[in-house]
């Protein structure tokens, strides 16, 4: 006699695995496929062919890809920190997310593939420059940028003060390579084509989107190691979310950023040379000596406490403002402002308000393109 209970099971258990089968199998098999593929760094993959008009009313969303975890692969699907970061192209990461067919019009061009641990000032430029070109265009409503998030936050700050348009840009990466179980990739890319997309979003200044938050360029950091909640805005807090498939705003950003903002690399071959030093017991003054040397325009100190120097760092810190050398005063704890001391401009110092050493660089690089006046630059470290 034929068991009822067992001849019911068998099509739940064939329900079940398939759907295991389709959890898993959109971007990991995808990128797994690839991997064998990979679009070379130095080619576009889309931005020398004739863009149609599209009628569909939907928004035109170009995503730059500078490679990253998100588009990182693995042979190992539980691999989360031992695999190839920036080895699939563009194409395969919107391939990979069918979905973003229903909220846009998307297209890629790859503008290099790499950890974002590489990323240097010539990528910084070549990347500003050609977002510009992109948001000048009537066919293009925003820019996506994927990005490694070793590095994310420096870059998104950079366009920040670099853009000059209200269209949404937006930076998206991933804490899990394209072949984990689990990938926050595909999500993340998604939400930020949706965020992009958004008219809500204009006039925001570049945006971060990971883990379902939107935050902005000035205010977030990375705080995690490996934890996919790793970006936060420990004070200022989150400009928004998405949720349920929309997009919401709660606040701004209430600091210069892309239009208001007076930085202009259109012109630009190469940014000036600013080094980070950190301030730590028994530290001696000979880097900052040896960064002058090597030809250091600027210096950011992560000062101790509210951007303390010790007798010895503020001995060198003050030989190298003799020369010429702006110095700028940040802090190594990782939150809270620096405040100004009246004794900072007679040694050529400046303090970074609330930036964090990185981005202290970031806005002092851009500052010497303009001026060497030190009152000048603690003006652009108050409004920007």
Not at 36 to 60: C, D, G, Q, R, V
Not at 270 to 299: C, S, T
Request: proline share 3%; aromatic share 6%.
């Amino acid at each position: 006699m034929i068991n009822m209970k067992k001849m019911t099971m068998i099509p739940l258990l064939a329900g079940l695995i398939l759907g295991s089968t389709l959890w898993n199998g959109g971007f990991t098999n995808t990128a797994a496929a690839a991997t064998s593929t990979t679009t070379p760094a130095s080619i576009s993959t889309t931005s020398n062919k004739t863009e149609k008009t599209e009628t569909n009313h939907l928004p035109n969303i170009k995503i730059l890809a500078t490679g990253g975890t998100i588009a990182g692969s693995s042979a190992v699907n539980t691999d989360t920190t031992g695999y190839k970061a920036g080895s699939l192209g563009v194409e395969t990461l919107i391939k990979a997310v069918p979905e973003m067919k229903s909220i846009a019009n998307v297209s890629g061009e790859q503008i290099v593939n790499i950890d974002s641990s590489d990323m240097n000032n010539d990528i910084l430029l070549k990347l500003a420059k050609r977002t510009n070109e992109l948001l000048a265009r009537d066919d293009v409503d925003g820019v996506v940028i994927t990005h490694g998030t070793d590095t994310l936050e420096e870059t998104a700050y950079f366009l920040d003060l670099v853009v000059k348009s209200d269209k949404p840009v937006v930076v998206v990466g991933s804490m899990r390579p394209a072949t984990a179980i689990s990938a926050d990739g595909p999500f993340n890319l998604y939400n930020a084509v949706k965020v992009a997309g958004a008219s809500s979003s204009k006039g925001q200044g570049v945006l971060v989107l990971l883990n379902d938050r939107i935050g902005a360029a000035r205010y977030v950091t990375k705080t995690n190691t490996t934890a996919v909640d790793t970006f936060k805005s420990v004070e200022q807090g989150y400009l928004g979310a998405v949720v349920g498939d929309q997009v919401y705003y709660y606040n701004k950003s209430v600091r210069k950023h892309t239009t208001a903002s007076v930085f202009d690399i259109s012109n630009l071959t190469e940014l000036p040379q600013v080094d980070i030093l950190y301030e730590y017991q028994n530290n001696g003054r000979y880097l900052y000596d040896a960064a002058v040397a090597a030809g250091a325009k600027g210096i950011v100190v992560a000062g101790s406490g509210n951007g303390s120097l010790s007798k010895a760092s503020k001995e060198g810190a003050e030989a190298a403002g003799k020369k010429g050398v702006i110095i700028a005063r940040s802090t190594r704890v990782g939150s809270g402002v620096v405040s100004p001391s009246t004794k900072d401009a007679a040694s050529n110092f400046v303090s970074t308000d609330s930036l964090n050493p990185q981005k202290a660089r970031i806005l002092l690089m851009l500052a010497l393109t303009r001026t060497h006046d030190v009152n000048q630059i603690q003006s652009f470290f108050n409004e920007y």
